[in-house]
Structures are given as structure tokens and as C-alpha cells.
């Protein structure tokens, strides 16, 4: 609601309007005042009054009604405003929370009918009656009883669930219907389903004996439960929903569906069940197409007509506010899509139901501004004539006065207020002209004090300047261009160390005191001012001090010109900067250099690259290359030795790069243990790679840091400077890029930077970026290799090997894809896939072929998923969920994973075995550790990795040391694996040196699941 007032006066011919007007629309009205429509327009109020007949009191009347009329209104229409708005917003938040009920039900009930059809897929008579009508004799009494079973439970669980709402039956992989029990009363009568007769489809429904094979979603629900759309099954003038869920045999091969109808007239009583919003609100479900979802079967009769619905429908999300329907009735809509489809929530009530509220306030309104136009009228009245009075009486003063009579005083009847303070004024003005000749005298004599005054003041002046220069720290100067003589005070002497009589009154005395090389600059700067046209001059000017030392000083004038502009006299100062120049000097190192090595920081590397750069742009002969240094073990030192070590071995090797670099060469700190170095003026590449053996050489002698001898070599990528590169920032990208190499390639080396790295590094992170879209489910996929038994020949185990099927590049290697899961975290929620996966399977060969105490399974963990908290809780709710002894699993971790950081990895180990899973080294003598350290790792099983067994026989080296392997895993009680056996040679030295069990593919190459099974089935070929 909107409220204007306006008052005014307007000129006439010999008279003044006074015009009172205001103009209201509320709530939809609109303020045109010449509209006949417009029945909340306050009527104009226009007083014609003669200018010669205007007193204070209709005046002072007029103005106290207009005072209050214009707030007072404004105030209430914006009162009524602001309690409209608030009761739309209310009504509105309340259709939010309404459609969240909704919302809430909808998923609730679609998500227990889910369930039912759940319980009923999984259930075994469900399965042994599908099973049973595959078979030859579809007759017999075990599938006849099975199918009178079914249909008993069926019929119980939709009567009691359900009642009439709802049907349940079953279909065959080809969508016939082969039961169907029906919804009414039921005396358990069983039937052929096969075969039903024409009464019985009269009375049960359409769909009876009938097919769901034409359905678009019947062939999906095979595979996966199914939801359908609301119009995708019709029987009479009933709307359904199918909701399918497939029955699988134990292989996991489709047998048929269970289908269960969801009748939309039960859902929309269920939302309309409890539903209140005023008289005029309603709930409805509507379909993706625009339609009302209600019990009549007439679909067209049931368009909905809200712009709100379609909008909604358009855009997929929700919508909300005021929409006009295409009837013409005006109301506040709510319409959300349900996550549960094809919904959408329609959620209405009439606009006029809204606005009753402000409705009701406007004749409350109306009388209230009634009621202040009377009072503020009676009193304007009153105060006009409590002010008229005095006023008359003052007037008639005041025209004595402007008569001549000056002699009569005029009487103060007031006091302190307006009306008293006009008398006196008045009495004043009279009593002025009075004494005018007696005023001019007076004026002339203060005239005379003030003159004396300023002569006092002028004298103050110079004292308080004489004063100031004394205690200034500046020195001061002043110079006569006329005469060229120069007066230096004092303390511009004592700045330089100097007596009275050591320096001369002119500009050269003043020049020798400045430094060399900047006495050109000065004279110049100097120069410039005096012909130029500005009368400040400032710079700062070096210059030597008495005891043979510079100072910084800060030199300010300001010059005084002639008619013509030309400079005749130069007056300043002199202040002495050499502190604050330091302290800039300070400021400026530690901007641009690291604080604790004293190296260079980024931003400074940056700068001078892009310089080296430029210049060897310009200079062909001009040749650099960048070095970026990674230091190995620096976190496992900071950790173990404390950051106190850490922060001793960076001084210390940056202390290195001080001794081994030359002077026009830059190095810097990146970060943690990161540096960078450009190597300017190197003749080619051979010169930089002998830079790099000699650096590697001096990082790799130990630090004798705070009583530690501390070890930590480099790894190094080099990158040579080439024209082609445009920006710094690429230069470190393809250095770190040959350090990561160099890092991965072993450490304590370095490499050279090609273009195939680059290649390599950008193939990496689109590796990285595949993995992380990945969908688990349908690209990854999991193969197994048997672990035998040597003294039984039999398979007793399988190790899961996971594969990745990249829809675009095909078959990705594990060696690509698992370094960059472990780098990127991703390797968690992989490998608590992999462990349901792998989990799952053997679950379900132990129940296939009998075997729940002599079948385990192997599953590879990263060092990253062994001690995310995660794991735990992982392993913990597999073993409830299947049923499984923790032995049955067993989980292998890579030798070099478990030394690299052994202070972290052994504790998690403990804790994994202490939960009863064994553990197992897998890669045996590919790490670092030795035979010597088995005993202090919580392991249970040895894996020889494949690279002893391969050169097993070609000398009694090698066999020795698979002997001794052997031999100390049996004295630590360690089952022994060996990997990668291929020959039947093999196989009998193995078996000599008493190793008990081996994979490989001279038994199984890994196999997909079906073929793992396959041959875990029919045993394992005859190795002679």
C-alpha cells in the first residue's frame, strides 16, 4: 500500500489556494485521481481564501492538520504494508514446509512398496515357483504347491498392506503373467496361472493372463528394480504405477519380476489426509505433463490450468509465488517436482484468502486518520489563537516604530520563546537608532585595538618561528639566486658532523659534500625546478658525513619567483632519512626473500626469471637453464626429529646453495622442502648436467644439525631456457615435471625435461580426471587368481585383481591408474569397492560349492586406505553382512609401502590383525628391508615377488637366497607364497625348497568371475 499527501499554496489573481491533497492505493487500487475506478482515493480538499483577510489562526489551523495528516498516514499505509507483506511471506514459507511434508510422504510410501516388492524378489518360494514353471512339467505337485504358497503370501501381504489399493503378481522373463492372486476376498483356490478363464479376467482385471513385455521399462526391470510412469499401466478408470523388482537364481539369471500396481488415487488421499491451509487450499499430484492425478480415468478432463505448474515443469525446479490461472482466478502457488517420479507437488490458495487480513484493516485505517484530522484541527484552532495575540500587539509596535516614533519603547510581554525574543530584538533595533552617532565612535576606537593587536600577534609570530627552528631537527637553508650565497644553520651543519667555519656560503661547497655519484642527479633535479614552474622541490640526495660514512637526506624547498616567474630566492630543509632508508631496505628483503633460509622467495624467482628471459630473448648467446630440487625423506626427518631439524636442515641447505652456486646464479625457496635455481650463463646443456652431479654431490654428504647426522638427497628436474617459452611459470611447470621423475625414478638423481614428460604429465591428469568421473559399478571390474596348495594340488585361495575397462581408451593397466588413486585420496573409496566386491564373491562360492573353511580370499590395500579410520568400519560390516571369520580374508601390503613409513604403517597393521584379519607382504625383495627385520612386522603370510622366481635356477645365488626366505618365514611361523610361477621347473624347486603354496600362470592366469568359478568347480589340470 502506497500514500502520497501533498500541501501547498498557489498563487492567484489577488488571493491564496490552499490545497490539501492525498492520494492512497491499496492494495491493488490505483491513484489516478481523474479514474472513476479508484474507490481508495481520498477526495481532494481545496480552500479558496482572499489574501487580505488571512490570519495567523487559519493559517496555524491548516498547517497542524497538514502536520499530522502526512505522517500519520504515511505511517499507517506503510504499517498495513509491511503486515500484507508479512502475511504473504508467512502463507508462502507455510507452502514450502506443506510441500516438504508432501514431499516426505510421497517417498515414504513409494519407498515401503519398494520394500514389499523387495521382500518378495528375494524371497526362495518365490524363486523355487519360477524355477518350477522353467521345468519340462509345468504341472507337478512341487511347483503347483510352491505357486499356492506364493499366492497365499501374496494375497495376505496386499490384503493386510494395502486392502483394494494395490495388486501384486508375478511375471516370467517374457512378461506373461503367471500369478496373480485376487485382491478381494480369497479362499486360496490355486489355479493354473498359465490358463485363466474368461470369469476370472472379467473379475480380476485386463491384465490377468496378459503380458508386460510391451512395457518400455519390463526388459530393465530384468536387471534392476524399476520404477514406472504414472500413466504407463491403465485398468479401467484406475491410474497406476508399476513398480518392478527382478528374481534372480543364485547365478544371478533373471527367472521373472514381481510387479506391484500403485493405485494414484490412494497416494493423493494419502496427501490430502490431514491437510489444512485455510478454506480455499488444496493439494494436488500432477503428472510430468501438466495433468491432475486423481481416480477419474478421463486424463484430458484433468489439465491443470497453472502458469506456476508449467513453468515448473519447463525448468524441472521448483516454483513458487502468484500466478493468474487461465480460468482467471488469481492464487499462491507452491509446485515442486517430487524425487520420486514423475511427480510434481501442486500446492494452491486463493490470493483473495490472503488478502482477507488486509482487507479487514483498511476502514480501521480510514477512521483512525479521521479521528487525527478533527483533534489536529481543534488544535490548530487553539494554538493559532494562543500565538495570534501576541502578535497583533507586536505589530502594532512595529508600526509605531517605522511611523518615527523611536522614542517609545516597546513592551516585552515574553519571555524566552520566539514571541519575547522579537520583542526584544525590536526594542533593540530602536534603541540602536538612538545611539548611532555614539556606535561610529565606539567603531573607530576598536579599530584602533585591533591594529594593536595584530602588531602583537606579528610579533608572537616571530618568536614562536625563531623558537621552532631552534628545536627542529631539521637544518635549514635558504639561498639567493641573485647573490648565489647560501645560509646554512647550524643544524644543517651538525647533521653533516660539521663546525661553523668547514663549509663556504655557496652552491659548490654544498655539491662537495655530496657523493659522487649522485651529484649529477642533484644538479639536475635542481635544475629542472628553478626553470620550471612549480615552487616545491623534494628529493632525496646521499651524502657524506664527517666521519667518512653516507647518509641518506631528505632536501624540501620552495621557491619565491618574480613578475616574470624566474626563481630569485630558494629557502627549505634538510632531515637525515638514513634510518627509514634502512628500514625500506629491510622491508624490501623480507618481501622478497624467504624468512628462515634467507633465499630468494617465488615472487622475487619470478621476477628475475621473466628478466633472464627477456634478456636471452635479446642475446641469442645468452643461455640459462632452471633447476627444481625436491628433497627426499624431509617430511619422515620434520616428523620423527621434530620441525626444530626440519627447520636446521633448510638453513643448512641453503647454506650449500650459497657455497656451490656462483653470484649471477638465483636460488630460492618454493615452500617446504621445494627449490629453485637458475643457472645463468651455461655454455649448453652438458655444463648444467655437470652442475647437477656436482650438486647432487654436495646434498648428498650428512647435516650435523643440533647433535643429529642427518641425511636427505636430491632429486632434481632440469629444464634449459628456450625462446619458446613465453611466461616463467611454464619453465617451473616442465622443471617440476623432470623433478617428479627424477623423483619417482628412484630418487637422488635428476632428469632432464622433454617434451614427452609434458605429454606424460598432461596424460596424467586427464588419467586423474577419468578416475575421478568414473562410475565403479560398470567400469572396474575384478579378476581372480587361485592360490594352490602344493601338498594337495588344490586351489585354496584367490587373490582379487582389480581391472578398469576405460569406455574410451579400453583396458587400462593397474600400473597407470593405481599410483594416481593412491596420489589422489581416490584410492579409498576404490579400495572399499574392491572389498565389498571381492567379499561378496567369495561368499558366494563358499555357499556354491561348499567350502566355507578351506576357501579365502586375497585383497591388496594401499598405505593411504590402511590408515584412513574408514577401514574398520569397513571390514567390520562386511564380516556382520556376509557372514564371514575375519581369516577368510586376507589383506596384502607391499613391502615398500610398509618400510617407507613403517613408524605409521606398523601400528595400523596391529590394529588390522588384532581384529583377526591376517596380513600378508606382498613383492617380498623388490623394497629395502632385509630377512633380518621380518620378525618386527605383524605379517602371517610372505609373498616372493615373481622376479626371485624368475631367475630361480639360473644360479645357486639366486636359489640360495629363495632358501633363505623359506627358511626364515617357516622359523617366524610364516605361511609362504611364491608369485609368478610359469614352468613345471619352477614348480619342482619350489616344492624342494618346501615352499607349501604358489599362484601363477602355470595353474591360472586372473579370470573373471564365471570362469574363476568355472574352475574352482572342476579342480585344477593334471601338472606332472
Not at 630460492?668 to 646443456?685: K, M, P
Not at 605429454?759 to 567400469?779: G, I, Y
Request: with cysteine; glycine share 8%; charged share 25%.
Amino acid at each position: 500500500m502506497l500514500g502520497v499527501l501533498f500541501l501547498g499554496i498557489h498563487p492567484g489573481d489577488g488571493s491564496q489556494k490552499v490545497v490539501l491533497s492525498g492520494a492512497f492505493r491499496l492494495c491493488g487500487g490505483r491513484a489516478d485521481p481523474n479514474s472513476q475506478d479508484s474507490p481508495d482515493l481520498f477526495p481532494l480538499l481545496s480552500i479558496q481564501l482572499p489574501n487580505s483577510n488571512m490570519s495567523i489562526i487559519p493559517k496555524l489551523a491548516l498547517a497542524f492538520l497538514a502536520s499530522a495528516i502526512i505522517p500519520a498516514s504515511v505511517g499507517l499505509v506503510l504499517l498495513e504494508d509491511h503486515r500484507s507483506e508479512r502475511h504473504q511471506n508467512e502463507t508462502q514459507a507455510q507452502l514450502g514446509f506443506l510441500a516438504a511434508d508432501c514431499e516426505e510422504l510421497l517417498k515414504a510410501h513409494v519407498a515401503s512398496i519398494q520394500e514389499v516388492a523387495s521382500m518378495f524378489a528375494s524371497s526362495r518360494l518365490v524363486t523355487n515357483y519360477l524355477e518350477g514353471l522353467e521345468g519340462s512339467d509345468r504341472q507337478t505337485s512341487s511347483a503347483e504347491n510352491a505357486g499356492r504358497l506364493v499366492e497365499d503370501m501374496v494375497h495376505k501381504a496386499q490384503r493386510e498392506l494395502w486392502g483394494k489399493t494395490h495388486h501384486i503378481f508375478l511375471t516370467d522373463t517374457t512378461g506373461r503373467i503367471v500369478l496373480s492372486p485376487p485382491r478381494g476376498d480369497y479362499v486360496g483356490s490355486f489355479r493354473d496361472p498359465l490358463e485363466p478363464s474368461d470369469e476370472e479376467i472379467a473379475s480380476h482385471g485386463s491384465h490377468l493372463g496378459g503380458s508386460l513385455d510391451a512395457n518400455e521399462c519390463f526388459k530393465q526391470s530384468l536387471s534392476e528394480p524399476t520404477v514406472t510412469n504414472i500413466t504407463s499401466f491403465r485398468e479401467r478408470d484406475h491410474h497406476h504405477q508399476l513398480i518392478m523388482h527382478p528374481v534372480k537364481d543364485a547365478m544371478g539369471t533373471p527367472l521373472g519380476v514381481v510387479v506391484v500396481e500403485v493405485a494414484i488415487d490412494a497416494v493423493t488421499d494419502l496427501l490430502s489426509s490431514g491437510f489444512t491451509l485455510g478454506e480455499s487450499g488444496r493439494v494436488t499430484l500432477a503428472s510430468s505433463t501438466g495433468h491432475s492425478m486423481t481416480q477419474n480415468g478421463d486424463e484430458s478432463a484433468q489439465a491443470m490450468n497453472s502458469q506456476g505448474l508449467r513453468d515448473s515443469i519447463l525448468s524441472g525446479e521448483m516454483t513458487s509465488g502468484e500466478y493468474l490461472l487461465d480460468d482467471g482466478r488469481e492464487v499462491l502457488g507452491h509446485y515442486q517436482p517430487s524425487s520420486v517420479r514423475p511427480w510434481i507437488l501442486c500446492i494452491e490458495i486463493d490470493q483473495a484468502e490472503v488478502g482477507m487480513a488486509t482487507r479487514s484493516n483498511r476502514a480501521l485505517m480510514f477512521q483512525i486518520l479521521g479521528l487525527i484530522a478533527v483533534a489536529m484541527g481543534i488544535l490548530g484552532v487553539l494554538m493559532g489563537t494562543w500565538f495570534g495575540r501576541p502578535l497583533r500587539k507586536l505589530s502594532a509596535a512595529a508600526q509605531r516604530v517605522s511611523e518615527g516614533s523611536v522614542e517609545e519603547s516597546i513592551p516585552i510581554s515574553h519571555g524566552l520563546d520566539e514571541i519575547g525574543i522579537l520583542e526584544r530584538s525590536m526594542e533593540g533595533m530602536r534603541v540602536r537608532l538612538c545611539e548611532q552617532i555614539t556606535t561610529l565612535d565606539r567603531r573607530v576606537e576598536g579599530k584602533t585595538l585591533q591594529l594593536a593587536k595584530v602588531l602583537d600577534e606579528v610579533q608572537t609570530s616571530k618568536d614562536r618561528y625563531a623558537l621552532a627552528v631552534l628545536g627542529s631537527q631539521d637544518g635549514l637553508w635558504d639561498w639567493d639566486l641573485e647573490t648565489q650565497e647560501i645560509y646554512f644553520a647550524p643544524r644543517w651543519k651538525e647533521l653533516l658532523g660539521l663546525s661553523g667555519g668547514e663549509v663556504g656560503d655557496t652552491l659548490e661547497a654544498w655539491m662537495a659534500l655530496i657523493a659522487y655519484h649522485e651529484r649529477e642527479m642533484f644538479q639536475m633535479e635542481l635544475q629542472q625546478h628553478l626553470e620550471g614552474d612549480f615552487d616545491q622541490f623534494d628529493t632525496e640526495v646521499e651524502m657524506v658525513h664527517a666521519d667518512g660514512k653516507p647518509r641518506w637526506m631528505l632536501c624540501r624547498a620552495a621557491s619565491i619567483r618574480n613578475k616574470k616567474g624566474k626563481a630569485i630566492r630558494l629557502a627549505g630543509s634538510l632531515a637525515d632519512i638514513t634510518d627509514l632508508k634502512k628500514a625500506q631496505s629491510d622491508l624490501r628483503q623480507m618481501a622478497h626473500h624467504d624468512r628462515l633460509t634467507g633465499l630468494s622467495n617465488r615472487e622475487l624467482f619470478v621476477d628475475r626469471l621473466q628478466q633472464t628471459m627477456a634478456r636471452a630473448r635479446r642475446d641469442s648467446d645468452s643461455a640459462f637453464a632452471v633447476l627444481f630440487f625436491d628433497f627426499d625423506r624431509f617430511k619422515v626427518i620434520n616428523d620423527s626429529l621434530g620441525h626444530n631439524v626440519g627447520d636446521a636442515l633448510l638453513v643448512s641447505i641453503a647454506e650449500r646453495f650459497h657455497r656451490e652456486l656462483r653470484e649471477v646464479d638465483t636460488a630460492a625457496r618454493f615452500g617446504g622442502d621445494e627449490f629453485v635455481v637458475i643457472l645463468d650463463s651455461v655454455g649448453c646443456q652438458s655444463e648444467a648436467s655437470q652442475v647437477c652431479d656436482r650438486l647432487l654431490n654436495a646434498f648428498a654428504q650428512p647435516h650435523n644439525l643440533l647433535g643429529h647426522q642427518v641425511v636427505s638427497t636430491a632429486s632434481i628436474g632440469l629444464v634449459m631456457g628456450d625462446p619458446a617459452y613465453t611466461d616463467a611459470s611454464s619453465m617451473i611447470r616442465d622443471a617440476d615435471t623432470a623433478m617428479y621423475q627424477a623423483k619417482t625414478g628412484g630418487r637422488a638423481q635428476y632428469r632432464i625435461f622433454d617434451r614427452k614428460m609434458h605429454s606424460d604429465a598432461v596424460k596424467r591428469l586427464n588419467l586423474e580426471n577419468d578416475l575421478r568421473n568414473s562410475d565403479m559399478d560398470s567400469e572396474f571390474r575384478l579378476y581372480y587368481q587361485s592360490i594352490v596348495r602344493l601338498d594337495t594340488v588344490e586351489i585354496v585361495g584367490f587373490e582379487a585383481l582389480v581391472r578398469w575397462e576405460h569406455p574410451v581408451h579400453g583396458l587400462v593397466p593397474p600400473d597407470d591408474f593405481i599410483p594416481v588413486a593412491e596420489e589422489t585420496g581416490l584410492i579409498v573409496p576404490l579400495g572399499e569397492w574392491i572389498l565389498r566386491t571381492a567379499t561378496s564373491q567369495l561368499k558366494q562360492w563358499q555357499e556354491q560349492f561348499d567350502c566355507e573353511d578351506s576357501l579365502f580370499m586375497n585383497i591388496n590395500i594401499a598405505r593411504r586406505q590402511l590408515l584412513h579410520p574408514s577401514l574398520k568400519i569397513t571390514l567390520e560390516s562386511l564380516l556382520e553382512e556376509f557372514e564371514l571369520k575375519p581369516g577368510d580374508v586376507k589383506l596384502e601390503i607391499t613391502e615398500t609401502t610398509v618400510m617407507d613409513e613403517r613408524h605409521d604403517m606398523v601400528p595400523a597393521m596391529e590394529d588390522i590383525r588384532a581384529m583377526g584379519f591376517p596380513l600378508a607382504m606382498d613383492d617380498f625383495g623388490t623394497g629395502h628391508s632385509s630377512l633380518g627385520c621380518l620378525h618386527a612386522f605383524p605379517i602371517d603370510v610372505l609373498k616372493i615377488d615373481r622376479s626371485f622366481i624368475d631367475t630361480l635356477g639360473d644360479s645357486r645365488e639366486f636359489t640360495a637366497v629363495v632358501q633363505a626366505i623359506v627358511t626364515l618365514a617357516h622359523h617366524l611361523e610364516l605361511d609362504v607364497v611364491a608369485e609368478g610361477v610359469e614352468t613345471k621347473e619352477q614348480l619342482a624347486q619350489l616344492q624342494v625348497l618346501g615352499c607349501l603354496y604358489v599362484q601363477g600362470y602355470l595353474f591360472s592366469k586372473p579370470l573373471p568371475p564365471l570362469e574363476a568359478a568355472e574352475l574352482l568347480g572342476r579342480g585344477l589340470p593334471r601338472v606332472a
